[in-house]
């Protein structure tokens, strides 16, 4: 209340307007004050946990990252937010100084909301399941439309967990979960929507659903949040890479569409029936 006072004129004021309510702004501004510590001290565990032998090694963080993570961080007590600022805490601890790139996924992850935050945690691990192994670079865009996958409305649902207050509100949280991951340029070429809407860009679908291409800044986000900020990101789909799923969110299954369709193509190709030619009596 003293900093308060101090910040509009004096403590006095401050009473004087809010009468007794004023010895609650001093117990609530605490109790806010302890949060927020708590929350950076969680950050700071899980950029410990992923940083593991490293943090012996000679390095610093950026304080432009320190700042972002201090101002930002601090609100957030989502487990997946506190997964992704660790990550990038980790990924920023460098031995160059203007290496200060974690600031600019800091501010990225300050503006996702928490479910915008999880359908990119879903995409790329969905993603890294169906691709894991194979030699692909992410940097060049041509190759992003061939990376096309498609993930079934109930797949989505199910990872989000959500309440039964949500559940009411589902669609438009998806809607607002995929243009916000559009306009961050973490997803492109999305379509979504019935059985029939889907097959026009992807003839297998089977199913209500969502049909996204990854691209190189979504990978990049991705393997930050993981502390794997300073790797190539065309390492992302190495066997040797490993991003496991610490908060237990179902990931289900998604769907290549170019996989997919080259299965149903030689599935075609092996069920047709060949008949002799029709012969006189």
Not at 208 to 230: C, K, N, S
Request: charged content about 25%.
């Amino acid at each position: 209340m003293a900093i308060l006072g101090t910040a509009i004129g004096g403590k006095e004021l401050v009473v004087k307007i809010l009468g007794p309510t004023a010895e609650y702004l001093g117990d609530e501004l605490r109790e806010l004050a302890v949060k927020k510590i708590t929350n950076i001290k969680n950050i700071f565990e899980n950029a410990e946990e992923k940083l593991g032998d490293r943090i012996n090694h000679e390095g610093k963080v950026p304080p432009k990252v320190l700042k972002g993570i201090l101002d930002d961080g601090a609100w957030c007590e989502e487990g997946l937010q506190t997964e992704y600022f660790g990550g990038v805490l980790a990924s920023s601890r460098t031995g160059v100084s203007r290496d200060d790139r974690g600031a600019y996924f800091v501010s990225m992850i300050s503006r996702l909301s928490t479910y915008q935050l999880r359908t990119h945690y879903l995409f790329y691990h969905l993603l890294k399941q169906q691709f894991n192994g194979e030699e692909i670079n992410i940097h060049i865009e041509t190759n992003w439309s061939a990376l096309q996958m498609f993930v079934s409305f109930e797949t989505f649902f199910d990872s989000m967990d959500f309440t039964k207050e949500e559940e009411h509100n589902w669609y438009n949280l998806l809607t607002h979960a995929i243009w916000g991951l559009d306009k961050e340029e973490l997803i492109t070429g999305f379509s979504y929507g019935d059985k029939n809407h889907v097959s026009k860009n992807f003839a297998a679908a089977g199913t209500d659903g969502i049909l996204y291409q990854p691209t190189q800044m979504g990978v990049e986000l991705f393997m930050w949040a993981y502390g794997h900020g300073h790797e190539n990101s065309n390492g992302f789909f190495d066997k040797n890479l490993v991003f496991p799923n610490e908060h237990d969110i179902k990931i289900g299954e998604g769907i290549s569409t170019k996989k997919a369709q080259a299965q149903a193509n030689a599935l075609q190709r092996t069920s047709e029936t060949h008949f002799p030619p029709l012969g006189g009596f």
